[in-house]
């Protein structure tokens, strides 16, 4: 009988301890997710200011280093909403509200039904 209740305790212990390390997992992954969406949205917020100054010259240089990796997002808006007026392009709106949107269901501080 006494057996029985040691292999039935070591069971428990043994789940209690792998749930953790699958939760910390995940909660990495999530956290990690979520904090490179949020330093992707301002390399996107630096790109879109720096359009506004096309003349300053230190601005070549910055925005040269940042088009790799802001562009291919930003041209998936571009090709299906044409700027308005042929020099208003609203698509990097759009853009940041879909990224905000996705990094808040990552958020670690918020608490979500979705089991994230």
């Known amino acids: 009988m006494q057996k029985a209740r040691i292999s039935v305790k070591l069971t428990s212990e043994i789940?209690?301890?792998?749930?953790?390390?699958?939760?910390?997992?995940?909660?990495l992954?999530?956290?990690?997710?979520?904090?490179?969406?949020?330093?992707?949205?301002?390399?996107?917020?630096?790109?879109?200011?720096?359009?506004?100054?096309?003349t300053v010259?230190?601005?070549?240089?910055?925005?040269?280093?940042?088009?790799?990796?802001?562009d291919p997002y930003l041209d998936l808006f571009r090709s299906f909403i044409p700027p308005l007026g042929g020099t208003l392009d609203i698509s990097p709106i759009l853009a940041l509200f879909l990224l905000q949107f996705v990094a808040s269901l990552f958020d670690p501080g918020a608490q979500s039904s979705i089991g994230f």
């Open 15 to 27: 789940t209690k301890e792998a749930a953790p390390s699958m939760s910390s997992s995940a909660a």
């Open 29 to 54: 992954l999530t956290n990690s997710l979520y904090y490179f969406l949020q330093i992707y949205i301002i390399l996107l917020v630096i790109r879109i200011l720096l359009t506004w100054f096309p």
């Open 57 to 70: 010259n230190w601005m070549n240089q910055l925005a040269s280093a940042l088009s790799p990796v802001t």
